[in-house]
């Protein structure tokens, strides 16, 4: 099992959140963490203090994450497919993957955050008319992805002219594709029939995750999919790690190894992400790497 971390504030004053920023990344990877995640949003969420506090861009904030680190996987958890035309986010995403050097996950989901849609006029559909445009979107990252199909692609809401896309990924085949959410009836058949990875949170609990994935099996037999191909991924508080303490949550991990989980990404507590990343990042990854 492999150990995320999942940024999620940035309280700093502004002229100091580059340099948190920075030094959570050196840490990351100098405790083993496979993967760096950031928030897709505008606005900062209710529950982390409000759209008055601090929020960083998610895709500058990964490509200024790619410039201080050399191993560790780097994307959006999860991003909101109302918030970039699909042909650009393909685009922005394999930027990311070129400039650092084929270590991007494209991580979407429907989006729900109506107030940042509507405090910069961001257009919000249905939800519906959401997850039509989350299928939509995967496929014209496919296509755009696909080095022997520049052709044009007409769907119900997006039509492109030419699916260009140059330089290519370097990821091989591809950038890894995430999709973030456990809605049983859509968004675990658009992971079966596109996706490379699913995230779940840690707070439903084994039992109920293991019901998950057994609907995402089944989805998996409809579409004729190797469930096995997917990666299993949840993410959790970091609180779940350094209050309870690293036996307790090894032991809660192993739970989740026993599911299929490959991957548990922490959301580092209140206060400097860094300081958190180096008291605890390194003892979690050597314990959950004896997981399987």
């Not at 650009?88 to 270590?103: E, F, N, Q």
């Not at 456990?182 to 995230?199: F, I, M, S, W």
């Not at 959790?236 to 190894?257: N, V």
């Not at 300081?275 to 997981?291: C, D, F, P």
């Amino acid at each position: 099992m492999r150990l995320g971390v999942h940024i999620t504030k940035f309280d700093e004053p502004a002229g100091e959140i580059g340099a948190e920023l920075a030094a959570a990344a050196v840490a990351a990877e100098a405790a083993g963490v496979g993967w760096i995640s950031v928030m897709d949003h505008f606005f900062q969420m209710e529950r982390n203090g409000g759209a008055e506090a601090g929020m960083l861009e998610a895709y500058s904030a990964l490509s200024f994450l790619a410039a201080h680190t050399s191993t560790a996987r780097l994307g959006a958890l999860v991003t909101g497919v109302t918030y970039r035309h699909p042909g650009l986010l393909a685009k922005i995403a394999t930027t990311l993957d070129v400039l650092s050097g084929g270590r991007a996950i494209l991580g979407l989901g429907a989006a729900w955050y109506d107030r940042e849609h509507h405090g910069l006029g961001v257009p919000y559909p249905a939800t519906a008319e959401r997850f039509e445009r989350l299928e939509e979107t995967l496929q014209i990252c496919l296509q755009m992805w696909d080095p022997d199909n520049n052709g044009p692609y007409e769907g119900m809401h997006y039509q492109l002219a030419e699916t260009l896309c140059v330089p290519p990924p370097v990821s091989s085949p591809r950038p890894e594709i995430m999709i973030g959410g456990g809605g049983e009836r859509k968004t675990l058949r658009l992971v079966a029939q596109y996706g490379d990875a699913c995230n779940l949170f840690a707070a439903l609990g084994p039992e109920e995750i293991g019901r998950k994935l057994d609907i995402l099996r089944r989805h998996c037999e409809d579409v004729g999919r190797d469930y096995n191909e997917i990666h299993k991924t949840v993410t959790g508080q970091g609180t779940a790690l350094s209050d309870a303490g690293l036996d307790a949550f090894t032991e809660d991990m192993a739970t989740y190894a026993k599911l299929g989980i490959d991957t548990v990404t922490l959301v580092p507590p209140v206060g400097r992400a860094s300081q958190w990343i180096e008291q605890h990042a390194g003892s979690a990854v050597t314990r959950l790497a004896e997981l399987s």
